[in-house]
C-alpha cells in the first residue's frame, strides 16, 4: 500500500528522532522547552567564538545542504547560505519557481531528483503551509528538513533568532511581556513566535491589529487580543513589529496605508508606553513610514540589526543540531 | 424468481416495523411479509434463505456518489464504483454532475444509464446540470433532462454567481417539476480556502472557509425558493447555523430538505491537524460545536438523509502539500458502517440511523424504493450485525483509495445485497 494512505504522523512528532534528538526542523509547536534552549545555547557558542574560529567549524564538512526557495526571498536564502558555508557543507541554491516546478513536475518529483544527487539536507521555502512536512514526510530517511517558510503556517528559525536576541537582551522570559503588532493574520513568522515565547514560558504575549488581521480564534493559541497600541503597548519589554505587505490595501484589509501608520505605525510617541528599556524588532525587510517610523527603526532600542547578524549563528545551530554534531566534534 | 426469506429481524424505519418474520420476494417486488403459517399458498420459492440472526433491510439510497464516468474514468467507473456500492448495501446512488462529466441534456444520461443497466448491480438516479456546463449563466436543456428521467438538477460546487440568473433557473426547474440540488457556498466569502476557519486554520496558517460562507448561501437561497416556490434540496450541511436556517425554514412550510455526509458526523477539524490530505474536503471539517449541531439536525429531523458524498480519487489527487490536493473522500463503503456507528455511540436510534439511509432520502428523489411493503422494489440488504472488522484498504473495492477511515473497527456488516430481487452482492465463506 503506498504511504500516503496511512495518516501521518504530527508534524511534532515528526521532527525529533529517538532521546529527542532534532531530525528535522518544521514548526516550533511542539518542540519541548529543552530543545528550544539547547538551540539558544548552541547559537551562543557561536557568537561567541572569535570570527576566525567561527568561519572554520567544519561541523558540516562533506555534507550537502541544498536551497529550495520555490518563493524568492534573498534575504533569508543568503543567511541560510553563509550558516552552511560557515559549517564547511556545499551549498547548491535552487529558484525553483523558474526550473522544474515551471515546467510542470510535481513536488514529489523534484525531491526525489535531488534526493538522487546526494542530498543531506534541505532548505525549503514555499508559499503554501505544510510543504516542509510533507517534503519530510516523502524524502529518503537520510534527508533532514529546514522549514524556511511555508505559506502562513511556520518560519521556525526566524522565530529563534528573535528569542536569541530578546534572551540576549533581556535574559529570562518569565517576566517579559512581549506584544507583536500588525499583519498577524498573513504572518508565518508571528505564529512561529507566538509558540516559541509561550514554549519558552514568557509572562505575556500580546498580539495588536485590526480585526482584519487577526486570524479566527488567535486567544487559542495564548496570546491576549489588543485593537489600540495604546492599550497593547503599555509597560511592554519587547516590541515586534511585523511587516505589512503592500497588497493587503486591495483585498479590503484595511483603507490605506496611511491610516495604518496612523493608528499601528510605531513612532517614538508610542514607545513612551512601553517599559523605559524596551527593545524593538522587526523581521524585516522593514517598511519605514508604513509599520515603523525611521527614528525608532534606527534609533537606540532598535535591534533590528542584531536581529540579522544573530540570524546566521541560530541557523548554524539548528542546522548542526539536525546533522548530529556538535561544536568541538561529530557526535 | 420467488425467493423466501424467512425469520430475519425486518427493520423498516419507513413503518417503524421491527420484528422477526418473512418477506416474499417475488418479480422483484416485495409481495408480502408474513409471519410462519401465514406465507401466502400461492407463493412457492424458488430460494429459500434461512436468515436467523441476521437482519434484513432496505437497499440503501446514497443521495450523492461522484461516479466521475464518463469523463474522469482515470479516477474511477461505473463498473468499479456500483460494484463497491453493491457490497455496500447500496442499492440506489445519486450520480452528481461535476465540470468534466457535466449532463447538460439527455444524451449523458442515457449512456449512463445503459452502461449501469449492462452492469446491473445498482440503480443510479442522475441529478443533471442546472446550468449549462456548470457555468452559472445559461440555462441547461432541463425539460430533456427531466423526460430522460433526471431526479433532479444541481450546480454543483459550481458557483451562479448572478442571482438573477439563479431565480431564472430556480423556476425553469420548478415549471418542470424538478428539485434543485443546493451545494450552499457564497464563493467569494470562501475565497479559495480549503479549511475551517477557527483555531485549526489558524494554527496551520491554511486559507480558511468561514461557516457563513455556508448559512449565508443557505439563506439566499431561502429567500429565493419563497420568491419562486421551488423545491430545493440542501445538499453537504456542515454548520450549525444552516441546521438552524433549515429548522425554522421547514416550520415556516418551505419545500425543503437537507442532506450530511457520514464523515462530516465522525470528524471534526481537529482532524487535519498533521495537514492529513484524507481529511481534505468541500465542505470542510468543522468545530465540535458544528458536529452536535448536524446530529441534533438529524434527531430532531432538520436533516432529511446521511450520505457518502463519495469522491473517488487517483494516488496522486492526494499526494501533495494540503492545499494543493484534491478535496474529497472514497467514501461508499463507509456510509453504512459510519451511520450504524451513531447507533452504537448513542446518538441516533437504530430506526432513525436505517431512515436517514432509506425512505427519507428515497422521499426526496420520488423513489417508491426505500421501505419494506407489499408492492415496493425488492431492494433488500441481509446484515450481518455482530461480526466485528477493520476497514482495510487492501479490502476496499472502490477504485479510490482516499479515506481517512482505514484501520477504524466496525460492528456488523453486509452479507446480502439484493436489486429488483436478484443477488448482486454475497458475502463468501460467511456463517
Not at chain 1, 27 to 47: K, M, N, S, Y
Not at chain 1, 60 to 68: D, E, Q
Not at chain 2, 8 to 27: F, H, K, L
Request: glycine share 8%; aromatic share 4%; net charge neutral.
Amino acid at each position: 500500500m503506498h504511504p500516503h494512505l496511512q495518516p501521518g504522523p504530527l508534524p511534532a512528532r515528526m521532527q525529533l528522532a529517538p532521546g529527542n534528538r532534532l531530525k528535522h526542523f518544521l514548526t516550533i509547536e511542539g518542540l519541548p522547552h529543552l530543545l528550544l534552549h539547547e538551540i539558544l545555547e548552541r547559537a551562543e557558542q557561536f557568537v561567541t567564538l572569535p570570527a576566525k574560529q567561527q568561519k572554520k567549524a567544519p561541523l558540516l564538512r562533506g555534507k550537502t545542504v541544498m536551497n529550495l526557495f520555490f518563493e524568492n526571498s534573498t534575504r533569508t536564502r543568503v543567511t541560510f547560505e553563509i550558516a552552511a558555508q560557515r559549517l564547511g557543507a556545499d551549498v547548491i541554491n535552487l529558484d525553483i519557481r523558474t526550473s522544474s516546478a515551471a515546467k510542470g513536475e510535481s513536488l514529489l518529483d523534484t525531491v526525489r531528483n535531488l534526493e538522487a544527487m546526494n542530498a543531506d539536507m534541505f532548505v525549503v521555502r514555499h508559499e503554501h503551509a505544510g510543504t516542509a512536512q510533507f517534503i519530510a514526510r516523502y524524502a529518503a530517511p537520510h534527508i533532514s528538513v529546514l522549514n524556511a517558510g511555508d505559506g502562513r503556517h511556520a518560519h521556525p528559525t526566524q522565530a529563534m533568532l528573535d528569542m536569541f536576541t530578546i534572551r540576549q537582551k533581556k535574559g529570562a522570559f518569565e517576566p517579559l511581556k512581549v506584544a507583536i503588532v500588525g499583519d498577524v493574520l498573513h504572518s508565518r513568522v508571528a505564529r512561529s513566535q507566538i509558540h516559541a515565547l509561550n514554549t519558552l514560558l514568557t509572562g505575556e504575549v500580546r498580539i495588536i491589529a485590526p480585526r482584519t488581521l487577526i486570524p479566527a480564534d488567535i486567544e487559542k493559541m495564548g496570546v491576549r487580543v489588543f485593537h489600540r497600541m495604546e492599550e497593547g503597548l503599555r509597560d511592554v519589554d519587547v516590541v515586534i513589529m511585523l511587516r505589512l505587505q503592500r497588497e493587503r490595501m486591495e483585498g479590503a484589509l484595511l483603507p490605506s496605508e496611511s491610516e495604518f501608520f496612523k493608528l499601528y505605525g510605531l513612532t517614538e510617541k508610542r514607545l513612551e508606553l512601553t517599559k523605559p528599556d524596551s527593545i524593538v524588532m522587526h523581521p524585516g525587510p522593514i517598511n519605514r513610514g508604513v509599520e515603523i517610523d525611521s527614528a525608532v527603526a534606527d534609533g537606540p532600542r532598535s535591534v533590528i540589526l542584531e536581529q540579522v547578524t544573530n540570524g546566521i549563528a541560530v541557523r548554524m545551530a539548528v542546522m548542526s543540531m539536525i546533522m548530529g554534531s556538535t561544536v568541538g566534534g561529530t557526535a | 424468481m420467488n425467493l423466501l426469506i424467512s425469520h430475519a429481524r425486518v427493520i423498516d424505519p419507513a413503518s417503524g416495523r421491527d420484528e422477526i418474520t418473512n418477506v416474499c420476494v417475488q418479480d422483484g417486488k416485495i409481495l408480502a411479509l408474513a409471519n410462519d403459517g401465514h406465507v401466502p399458498k400461492s407463493f412457492a420459492p424458488s430460494e429459500t434463505v434461512n436468515a436467523r440472526g441476521l437482519w434484513l433491510f432496505p437497499g440503501v439510497i446514497d443521495l450523492a456518489a461522484w461516479l466521475r464516468e464518463p469523463g474522469l474514468d482515470h479516477k474511477a467507473t461505473l463498473a468499479s464504483e456500483t460494484r463497491a456500492a453493491a457490497a455496500s448495501g447500496v442499492t440506489t446512488l445519486c450520480y452528481q454532475p461535476e465540470p468534466a462529466t457535466s449532463i447538460n441534456n439527455s444524451a449523458p444520461v442515457n449512456l449512463i444509464r445503459d452502461i449501469n443497466t449492462a452492469l446491473g448491480k445498482v440503480h443510479i438516479a442522475v441529478v443533471g446540470n442546472l446550468t449549462l456546463k456548470l457555468e452559472g449563466k445559461k440555462l441547461s436543456n432541463m425539460g430533456g433532462l427531466r423526460r430522460a428521467g433526471c431526479v433532479g438538477v444541481t450546480n454543483g460546487w459550481q458557483p451562479v454567481a448572478d442571482l438573477k440568473v439563479m431565480r431564472r433557473a430556480l423556476e425553469y426547474a420548478t415549471t418542470h417539476d424538478l428539485t434543485v440540488f443546493v451545494y450552499p457556498l457564497e464563493h467569494e466569502l470562501a475565497g479559495g480556502g480549503c479549511v475551517h476557519e477557527g483555531e485549526v486554520s489558524t494554527r496551520l496558517g491554511l486559507p480558511a472557509i468561514p461557516a457563513a460562507a455556508e448559512t449565508v448561501a443557505v439563506a439566499q437561497t431561502l429567500a429565493l425558493m419563497e420568491m419562486t416556490g421551488t423545491r430545493v434540496h440542501f445538499c453537504r450541511l456542515s454548520a450549525a447555523g444552516s441546521v438552524r436556517l433549515i429548522r425554522q425554514a421547514k416550520q415556516d412550510g418551505f419545500k425543503v430538505t437537507a442532506d450530511v455526509a457520514a464523515h462530516q458526523l465522525h470528524l471534526t477539524e481537529m482532524d487535519v491537524v498533521d495537514f492529513n490530505p484524507l481529511c481534505h474536503v468541500q465542505p470542510p471539517l468543522r468545530s465540535q460545536a458544528d458536529r452536535e449541531a448536524l446530529l441534533q439536525g438529524l434527531k430532531d429531523g432538520t436533516i432529511d438523509a446521511i450520505c457518502s458524498d463519495h469522491q473517488p480519487h487517483e494516488l496522486d489527487a492526494k499526494l501533495a502539500p494540503f492545499q494543493q490536493t484534491e478535496a474529497g473522500i472514497s467514501s461508499l463503503e463507509t456510509l453504512l458502517p459510519l451511520t450504524l456507528r451513531l447507533v452504537e455511540s448513542g446518538d441516533l436510534s437504530l430506526q432513525q440511523a436505517l431512515g436517514k439511509l432509506t425512505y427519507q432520502p428515497a422521499s426526496v428523489i420520488h423513489s417508491s424504493a426505500g421501505r419494506l411493503t407489499a408492492g415496493a422494489p425488492a431492494d433488500l440488504v441481509l446484515f450481518n450485525p455482530d461480526s466485528l472488522w477493520d476497514f482495510s484498504l487492501e479490502k476496499m473495492r472502490s477504485m479510490g483509495k482516499n479515506t481517512p477511515f482505514a484501520g477504524w473497527s466496525f460492528k456488523g456488516h453486509v452479507v446480502r445485497t439484493l436489486l429488483a430481487g436478484k443477488t448482486v452482492f454475497q458475502r463468501e465463506a460467511e456463517r
